[in-house]
């Protein structure tokens, strides 16, 4: 599924993901820091199965995949992802670590969450690992607050986490 236009921040244009973004994509989910809490396996273990699901992902009918780049360069930055499930969307996110601390994932959920309520979602949702911080405080800026116990497997491992669901309900004043 496709947006009808890029979402865009201050500093970011958020637009759709296309097939030439697949290493970029891939440089970051199977990056053994960046894609440390990440279900993607990493770069050594990324097999053959994995990676058609990567090529699928352009004609996804299931959600959306974004890629943020820079607005002055062009430069991705990061990722995200969103999954309609009736009135709430299920998301993902990643900010390559060179980026990491700019707060450019804040700008990015900030403009994804906007994003949602204008499509007529109703609330947010997403999995993340017990021992993310990062990712735990940014989903606390937002107001997200824990929604059930989860447990989820690094693929290509035999690495499991411990996380939680966290569900954030849009009100009107976003």
Same mark, same amino acid.
């Given at each position: 599924?496709?947006?009808?236009?890029?979402?865009?921040?201050?500093?970011?244009?958020?637009?759709?993901?296309?097939?030439?973004?697949?290493?970029?994509?891939?440089?970051?989910?199977?990056?053994?820091?960046? /894609?440390?809490?990440?279900?993607?396996? #990493?770069?050594? !273990?990324?097999?053959?199965?994995? $990676?058609? +699901?990567?090529?699928?992902m352009?004609?996804?009918?299931d959600?959306?995949?974004?890629?943020?780049?820079?607005?002055?360069?062009?430069?991705?930055?990061?990722?995200?992802?969103?999954?309609?499930?009736?009135?709430?969307?299920?998301?993902?996110?990643?900010?390559s670590?060179?980026?990491?601390?700019?707060?450019?994932?804040t700008?990015?959920?900030?403009?994804?969450?906007?994003?949602?309520?204008?499509? /007529?979602?109703?609330?947010?949702?997403? #999995?993340?690992? !017990?021992?993310?911080?990062?990712s $735990?405080? +940014?989903?606390?800026?937002?107001?997200?607050?824990?929604?059930?116990?989860?447990?989820?497997?690094?693929?290509?491992?035999?690495?499991y986490?411990?996380?939680?669901?966290?569900?954030?309900?849009?009100?009107?004043g976003?």
């Open positions: 599924m496709k947006p009808d236009k890029p979402l865009k921040t201050n500093r970011m244009i958020i637009r759709s993901y296309t097939a030439k973004d697949k290493q970029f994509c891939l440089s970051l989910w199977c990056d053994k820091e960046n /894609g440390k809490y990440m279900s993607d396996p #990493e770069t050594g !273990d990324a097999d053959k199965k994995y $990676l058609s +699901l990567i090529d699928e352009e004609k996804c009918e959600g959306y995949y974004f890629i943020a780049e820079l607005k002055d360069d062009a430069i991705p930055v990061g990722t995200c992802c969103a999954f309609p499930e009736g009135k709430n969307y299920d998301i993902g996110y990643c900010i670590k060179e980026y990491w601390k700019q707060g450019l994932g700008e990015m959920i900030s403009e994804l969450i906007k994003w949602i309520a204008s499509q /007529g979602g109703a609330s947010v949702t997403c #999995e993340v690992a !017990d021992d993310n911080a990062a $735990l405080a +940014l989903l606390k800026k937002f107001g997200f607050i824990k929604d059930g116990k989860s447990k989820y497997k690094k693929r290509g491992t035999d690495i986490f411990d996380a939680h669901y966290y569900r954030l309900d849009l009100g009107s976003l």
